[in-house]
């Protein structure tokens, strides 16, 4: 078997002075060609994840793996084999687009001779080549995160860390920018990108880690997760939050599954649709409330998030 792109091995990290218990024992692995969407939301311990395995943080505890490379022991080699690149562009404002990846370039030790065919083939590849000679101040916000990608590959990293590449991007600029990633991945450079929304996490990655206060809640691929809610989801709708309170009372007194309340609808998790539909619309019916809706699906990874970590990922 290929030695794993990743191997996260029992990884915690405390902030001492802030009596913050970033990550508690996470462990994963991602295969070498594929993309890991590391999903959680604010404060989950992401970054703190990408800054030690960027060999920017040490850990307390617990190993990692780089292609095989021991992350305390050969920091060194292990520099060569990544790119990062993040929601912070670490980039000059008042170079122009090319300036700035020519002098990444120059930091990262390419050959002089092959620098500019390389920025030129960056340039053309991020649908940057006519803004090129421009000052990176009167680029957007999707031209800028384009450039940060970029200028994080110059040197043809076969592992790309993106922390948060969209978040604050426009829907159109996301979608170039997971355009770009897609390509990269089909070329064969791993990916491991952290997200906090759970379709970017759905549309780019193989395997699916999800973190929430530092510790790793579920690990799978976007169908496997979807798969362990059961196989349908029995929504209820009704008129106001108090109507939705009393409903969710009187639901979870009653029945077993796994249910959540999400402003005025319910959502109760079951193996079968139909006969708990059944059921619920009995008890709803025996009382004083009103339902306005009823709607029978199939989990998504919302779904998921939600029964997970009990939060509304669009809070
Ligand atoms: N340098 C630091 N000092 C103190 N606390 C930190 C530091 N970096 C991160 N934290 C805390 O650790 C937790 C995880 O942070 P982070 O990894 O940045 O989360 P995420 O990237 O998922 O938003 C948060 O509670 C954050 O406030
Ligand atoms: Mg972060």
């Not at 590849?125 to 200028?151: C, N, V, W």
């Not at 402003?263 to 079968?272: A, P």
Request: charged share 20%; with cysteine.
């Amino acid at each position: 078997m290929e030695t794993p792109a990743i191997q996260v091995n029992s990884l915690s990290k405390t902030f001492t002075k802030a009596k913050i218990k970033a990550l508690d024992d996470v462990s994963f692995e991602v295969e070498t060609g594929t993309v890991l969407g590391l999903l959680g939301p604010n404060g989950a311990g992401k970054t703190t994840i990408v800054r030690i395995l960027t060999t920017i943080l040490k850990p307390d505890s617990g190993s990692a793996k780089i292609f095989g490379l021991n992350l305390s022991s050969q920091a060194n080699l292990i520099k060569r084999q990544f790119g990062l690149a993040g929601q912070y562009a670490a980039v000059d404002e008042n170079l122009t687009g090319m300036e700035n990846l020519v002098m990444i370039s120059k930091l990262t030790h390419l050959q002089k001779r092959t620098i500019k065919n390389r920025c030129f083939q960056l340039l053309e590849q991020f649908d940057l080549i006519e803004a090129k000679d421009r000052p990176l101040k009167t680029y957007s916000g999707g031209m800028r995160r384009r450039l940060d990608l970029a200028a994080s590959l110059v040197n043809t990293p076969p592992l790309l860390f993106l922390d948060e590449p969209t978040t604050g991007l426009d829907p159109q600029s996301r979608l170039m920018l997971w355009e770009s990633i897609e390509k990269l991945v089909k070329e064969g450079t791993t990916v491991l990108l952290t997200t906090q929304y759970l379709e970017e996490a759905d549309k780019l990655a193989d395997q699916i880690v999800v973190i929430n206060h530092g510790r790793l809640i579920a690990n799978g691929t976007p169908s496997e997760l979807k798969n362990q809610l059961g196989t349908s989801i029995v929504t209820l709708t009704f008129n106001d939050i108090q109507q939705t309170k009393s409903a969710f009372e009187i639901v979870t007194s009653d029945i077993k599954n796994k249910s959540v309340i999400e402003e005025t609808s319910i959502k109760i998790l079951t193996e079968d649709g139909p006969k708990t539909a059944l059921q619920l619309l009995r008890l709803i019916d025996s009382s004083a409330l009103v339902l306005t809706g009823l709607n029978i699906s199939e989990p998504s990874l919302d779904d998921v998030f939600l029964s997970l970590t009990g939060l509304n990922n669009h809070e």
